[in-house]
């Protein structure tokens, strides 16, 4: 960094006027055509600013983008405050007569009227004895420094969670000096402040189990320094920054971080699963967030020793990922069967997020959600919602009766394309279901009649009560479109059919008109929806 009589190249700053317009000085000096010292500022938020650190033809740095910089004069520009002053600003100032003017809400008749806040004397009393107080939230405040060490033990000896993102910290020693002071902490946030890569000089925080550095500007050699100096976190947060590879440094896989439950990696750059597998012998792991990223597939490693090679004894290596049991892989780009059968080698695995997926998403040729919850035995939880006993019973056995309409005289293909169809089967009983052709022609299918509740929801016809049906297996979506149009007296409509699946968020579109009620896997007790085209 160059010293100047202003700021320094390289110091983050907020506007005076606004502490969450946050950026970096990239230039100190003279602009051609303009009296006075000017400071040039690349801003975080992309349209904060004006150009791309060149004016008039003349460039004085580079900016991220066409419209991230700025030039300002030095008093429009804050260094920032100390971690003291931030909790005073937040704590211990008072609201003035004009804070409590605003606070009102509107009539029915748009008057105003007064908020009173119960108790707010005692509540602002207590928060203001720094001594007492356990939680700390000073967000985009323009934290810069520490301040003076004694000062901030002898002010908050108790604090267990502080919330310092979105300021201006940038130096790791800074961190270290905080954590020190705070022998309580245990939960801390620097997302959003934008660290520099020398890591020389940090303390042992042996204290934090949780520490939250998304958007830092982090990499994961130095997540692999931070490990020799959090002996004991359970949750680590490392959102958007970037990161593509994850680089042990002295083995095939990662080392260290015994106590490590939750790791976040959502909003990366991460590709290749051979990454996420380094991550394997985290033996503590039981959630991990990938959402976000590009990853095209997952695998269980076939042979331990894949993962294990570098390590010396069985004794002290583990199978992988040996209890992880919630894995978010959502807004991916996974798209093969083989991805969605290999979760269920993973020992303890039950949470999955596999939304926002080509082979999750109906939409995009993709399995809807009853198939997900068939092929995959022991989850109880996807997307989000829920797998009830009744939801995975009727999925399973509609995803039997789906892969019988379509590959019953396959063996082989369903063997390869579906490899818990046998199990299924076997275990509901269910019966080859095929016509019966004798003397007097194909009798009756075995799968007999499926109770199907219609509901009506054409916006132009109003309310009408739902109706419940018994109709062949064989019926396509055409005919019953046929038959809801005399059920419902629709004549003049257009209709559309929707599958309401219970866990589901949207209804799912039957629109193959030739598709047999057994073809799209509809079961007994199902609920279509019948609406009229927009």
Known sequence: MEQTTFFTLGQRVHSSTDPRRVGTVKFVGNVEGYSGIWVGVDWDNEGDGKHDGSINGVRYFQGRSQNSASFLRPQNLSPGISLLQALKLRYQSHSTEQDEDEMYVLSASNKRVSVQLLGKDKIQDKLSRFEELTSASISYLGVSTPGDPAEI??????????????????????VGTICEQLPHLVALNLSNNLMTQN??????????????????????????????????IEELHLMGNNISSIKPTSSSTVQGFDFLRLLNLEDNCLAEWDEILKLSQLKSLEQLYLNKNKLTCIFYPDKIQ?????????????????????????????????????????????????????????????????????????????NGSEISARERKESEIRYVRLVMSKLLDNPEEINRLHPRFVELKNFYG??????????????????????????????SVGEKLPLTKKLPATTTVGKLKALCENFFKLKSLKLKLFLQEEGSPLPMLLDDEMATLMDMGIGNESTIIVDEES
């Open 153 to 174: 033990s002898a002010s908050v000896p108790n604090l267990k969670e502080l919330d310092l993102m979105g300021n201006l910290i940038m130096d790791w020693k800074d």
């Open 199 to 232: 890591m020389t000089g940090l303390p042992l925080l042996k204290a934090i189990r949780v520490l939250v550095l998304n958007s830092t500007g982090i990499n994961w050699s130095q997540v692999e320094i931070l490990e020799h100096s959090l002996p004991v």
């Open 306 to 382: 894949e993962v294990l090679s570098n390590h010396e004894s069985c004794e002290e290596s583990y199978f992988p990922f040996q209890n992880l049991r919630c894995l978010l892989l959502g807004s991916n780009e996974i798209n093969d069967l083989a991805s969605i059968d290999s979760l269920n080698t993973f020992p303890k695995l039950i949470d999955i997020r596999l939304s926002d997926n080509p082979i999750a998403d109906p939409a995009r040729g993709g399995l809807p959600r009853f198939v997900l919850i068939a092929r995959l035995a022991k989850v109880e939880m996807l």
């Open 430 to 459: 269910i019966e080859d279901e095929r016509p019966l052709v004798g003397a007097a022609g194909p009798q009756k299918m075995a799968s007999g009649l499926l109770s199907i509740t219609l509901k009506c929801v054409a916006s």
